[in-house]
């Protein structure tokens, strides 16, 4: 009876580890098992998603540029339009740097708006402004990254991807409340806009509104 009994319970415990055994090798190999690469399209897009969204935070770094510059610059006050992003700050007002340089015998001029608050607003050293728009006719190897007059739209494709709008004279990419208005002539970036908004609805419509 007794030879018996540990017959029953060696197989009890036999079975019990076989189980646990099966219940380990069936968890590693879920635990490891192999996710699927992405495919080479799925990869290019996300790199160039990243890109955007990478250029549109931070499009030039806008102190560097200041320093930098050599030319002629004016400064002015300048109404805020209704389409910016105005952060709800007392004592503030937008500005208007004007950079001036000749291409080509021409008068060409690179401004950016900037939102400016506190002790420091009428001052062009002023680190806490707020980069708002940009806006650019002519090259400048000192805009570092946004210096693509002239590119291709196959350029910027291959930088940005194609997930743009169109309009009737370029492209516009955006993420949230930030957009790249390009101007295109003959294929070719003749001039860009990047703004601020107030908004993270970006449609024709108001890709319209900003152009008249």
Same mark, same amino acid.
């Given at each position: 009876?007794?030879?018996?009994?540990?017959?029953?319970?060696? =197989? /009890?415990?036999?079975?019990? @580890?076989? %189980?646990? &055994?099966?219940?380990?090798?069936?968890? $590693?190999?879920?635990? *490891?098992? =192999? /996710?699927?690469?992405?495919? @080479?399209? %799925?990869? &290019?897009?996300?790199?160039?998603?990243? $890109?955007?969204?990478? *250029?549109?935070?931070?499009?030039?770094?806008?102190?560097?540029?200041?320093?930098?510059?050599?030319?002629?610059?004016?400064?002015?006050?300048?109404?805020?339009?209704?389409?910016?992003?105005?952060?709800?700050?007392?004592?503030?007002?937008?500005?208007?740097?004007?950079?001036?340089?000749?291409?080509?015998?021409?008068?060409?001029?690179?401004?950016?708006?900037?939102?400016?608050?506190?002790?420091?607003?009428?001052?062009?050293?002023?680190?806490?402004?707020?980069?708002?728009?940009?806006?650019?006719?002519?090259?400048?190897?000192?805009?570092?990254?946004?210096?693509?007059?002239?590119?291709?739209?196959?350029?910027?494709?291959?930088?940005?991807?194609?997930?743009?709008?169109?309009?009737?004279?370029?492209?516009?990419?955006?993420?949230?409340?930030?957009?790249?208005?390009?101007?295109?002539?003959?294929?070719?970036?003749?001039?860009?806009?990047?703004?601020?908004?107030?908004?993270?609805?970006?449609?024709?419509?108001?890709?319209?509104?900003?152009?008249?």
């Amino acid at each position: 009876m007794k030879l018996g009994s540990l017959i029953i319970l060696f =197989l /009890v415990c036999l079975s019990c @580890k076989n %189980e646990n &055994e099966n219940k380990s090798n069936s968890t $590693n190999s879920e635990r *490891f098992e =192999l /996710v699927p690469e992405p495919d @080479k399209d %799925e990869r &290019e897009k996300y790199e160039k998603n990243l $890109n955007l969204t990478s *250029f549109l935070e931070n499009p030039i770094d806008l102190q560097e540029f200041k320093n930098k510059t050599k030319r002629d610059v004016t400064t002015t006050v300048t109404n805020g339009l209704e389409y910016y992003f105005h952060p709800k700050i007392n004592d503030s007002i937008f500005y208007s740097y004007n950079f001036i340089s000749t291409v080509n015998r021409q008068l060409e001029i690179n401004e950016i708006v900037v939102f400016k608050y506190g002790k420091n607003q009428h001052n062009y050293e002023d680190k806490t402004e707020i980069l708002i728009e940009l806006k650019i006719k002519s090259n400048d190897s000192d805009l570092g990254k946004a210096n693509f007059i002239g590119l291709s739209k196959t350029d910027l494709e291959s930088e940005f991807g194609n997930d743009y709008l169109t309009f009737d004279s370029g492209i516009a990419y955006s993420n949230k409340n930030k957009v790249l208005i390009i101007e295109l002539e003959d294929s070719k970036v003749k001039s860009l806009r990047y703004i601020k908004l107030n908004t993270e609805k970006i449609n024709t419509e108001l890709i319209g509104q900003i152009m008249k």
